[in-house]
């Protein structure tokens, strides 16, 4: 999409425009959430798994 093309829109149409995007960003964000956290899930049960020696 190009600036002419935004330029030539009306208010409700950039509003429209403006609610698709932040849907689509909204849906993008909660995957990447969930991914972020199965992943630390995953190292947390490695971590509990074989725990690494403590130095004092």
Request: proline fraction near 2%.
């Amino acid at each position: 999409m190009d600036r002419d093309h935004l330029d030539a829109m009306s208010i409700d149409e950039l509003w429209a425009l403006h609610t698709d995007v932040g849907q689509v960003l909204t849906v993008k964000l909660i995957a990447a959430k969930r991914e972020l956290e199965e992943r630390l899930n995953q190292l947390g049960r490695r971590a509990d798994w074989k725990e690494p020696e403590k130095r004092h």
